[in-house]
């Protein structure tokens, strides 16, 4: 009778790799999103270097990737906001509300930054806080980083990080939130690699 293969680390360590894999495979192919797999890809015009499987999903000038459900984690992708228009894209600058939060080039980083934490608050978001404000280069685009907290409406912690910059006259914007109980802890170093890896593929 031939006996089984013993359980050693190194087969552990194999069979939750892809266990893993496996389970964002489903959470991509039950909730409609594509497999995004760990390496270089592009996405709305920037090449991107991950080193984790996401589920994407897209909309026009947007993407949200998420790993075990946008609930619990979420990278948001947002490119080619025009002045005048809302950062999250959901509507233009009107004459009622001249302090929302609506993209107009020449901003200050620290200007640039509010419109972000501003349109969080705009959806429902409290405590929206922000820290590490800071100059960052995407390629040859300059641009700015920095990382926020914020609670729920039912009162749980999350925590991100941000990236934001002009190109083509334009602005994107890329964050990322997750729970701070387990999730952000989690992955909050490979998302930060994957925005340093950002670089704009298109020609201004």
């Keep these: ?24 495979a489903l ?6 999103g594509r497999l995004q797999t760990a390496g270089r890809t592009e996405v709305l015009e920037m090449d991107v270097d991950t080193s984790l499987d996401w589920a994407r999903y897209a909309s026009p000038r947007q993407e949200a990737w998420t790993i075990d459900g946008t609930a619990l984690n979420q990278l948001r992708f947002i490119t080619g906001t025009r002045p005048g228009e809302h950062v999250f894209h959901l509507g233009r600058e009107r004459r ?8 107009q080039p020449g901003l200050r980083a620290d200007e640039l930054h509010e419109l972000l934490l501003a349109a969080l608050r705009e959806q429902g978001w409290a ?33 991100g990080t941000a990236a934001m910059f002009e190109h083509g006259g334009k602005l994107t914007t890329i964050y990322w939130q997750a729970p701070v109980e387990h999730y952000h802890a ?12 950002i670089q704009p593929v298109a020609t201004p």
Excluded at 96 to 103: H, K
Aim: glycine content about 8%.
């Design 1 to 24: 009778m031939s006996q089984a293969a013993p359980f050693t680390p190194l087969a552990l360590a194999g069979r939750a790799v892809l266990l893993l894999a496996a389970i964002v």
């Design 27 to 32: 959470v991509a192919c039950a909730t409609g």
């Design 96 to 103: 009622d509300t001249p302090q929302g939060p609506w993209y």
């Design 127 to 159: 405590e929206v806080e922000s820290r590490n404000l800071r100059p960052a280069r995407f390629g040859a685009v300059d641009g700015l980083r920095f990382e926020f907290t914020m609670a729920s409406q039912r009162g749980l912690r999350y925590a």
């Design 186 to 197: 989690r992955d909050a170093a490979a998302v930060a690699a994957l925005i340093d890896s």
